[in-house]
């Protein structure tokens, strides 16, 4: 009988289609399709990459909203249907990958734990664009609705741990996992580089990290590949 293989679910989070189609479509091609899954919760598409991998049921979702998280737990609740699936990597869009699907593949199986953006220093903050193990992802399926997104305001979010954004997404996977879950973040994440996202131009603010061209995502794939990223938001539509 064969060994089974554990799985990574690629889950695009999108408004519509992603901007580079044609670019993930060849991460996929060479893909041994035993080893992933996709799943997607999109607005609109009108192309075929995402078509047949929507979720079953839509949220409302908005910027910082309630209904992005609940998207969230409609694509985990799909992919957790399939047991072989060991990691869920939340994508946007406007992510891309910066190395092979066989290296991002390699590095997760490494550990049982998921992958967060943040700072050692910033226990209580990850973004909602991270890599969720299996095990959590079974615990917000089984809890979520004692800690629904609807009944968890911005303003009660922030105020269990003085948590200083205006995002209820990027509030809400983090207090679900030290106030219903009592557990910390290194239970479940290593903090590592996932995504790479350039929030340093202060003529930006802090509100939108920087759109690369897709010339800019050309030249940085092999630097980032280099420093450990294993994906970058956001890189803007190839304009033929």
Known sequence: MAT????????????????????????????????????????????????????????????????????VIRMLEQGILDKDVSHFCLLCESALPVTCFDNIYDILQQS??????????????????????????????????????????????????????????????????????EKDLEDYFIYNKVYFIDWGNENRGMVHPKCFTIKEYYNLVEDLEGLGYLFIRKVSKFKH
């Not at 089974?4 to 289609?17: E, H, P, S, Y």
């Not at 893909?31 to 996709?38: F, L, N, Q, S, W």
């Not at 999109?42 to 409302?60: A, C, G, H, M, R």
């Not at 998921?114 to 969720?132: H, M, S, T």
């Open 4 to 71: 089974r293989k554990n799985k990574v679910a690629f889950m695009f989070l999108t408004i519509g289609n992603t901007n580079n189609d044609y670019i993930w479509n060849e991460f996929f091609q060479y893909a041994d399709k035993e080893k992933y899954i996709v799943i997607a919760h999109s607005k609109k598409i009108t192309t075929d990459f995402l078509k047949d991998y929507q979720v079953p049921t839509k949220e409302n979702t908005k910027w910082c909203g309630s209904g992005l998280v609940l998207a």
């Open 112 to 181: 049982n734990k998921g992958y967060c953006q943040g700072q050692e220093k910033e226990k209580n903050k990850i973004e909602l664009w991270q890599i969720f193990p299996r095990i959590l992802a079974e615990e917000i399926i089984c809890n979520y609705k004692t800690f629904h997104p609807h009944n968890t305001s911005r303003k009660y979010l922030r105020g269990l741990n003085n948590f200083d954004s205006g995002c209820q997404d990027e509030l809400w996977f983090s207090m679900f996992i030290n106030t219903r879950l």
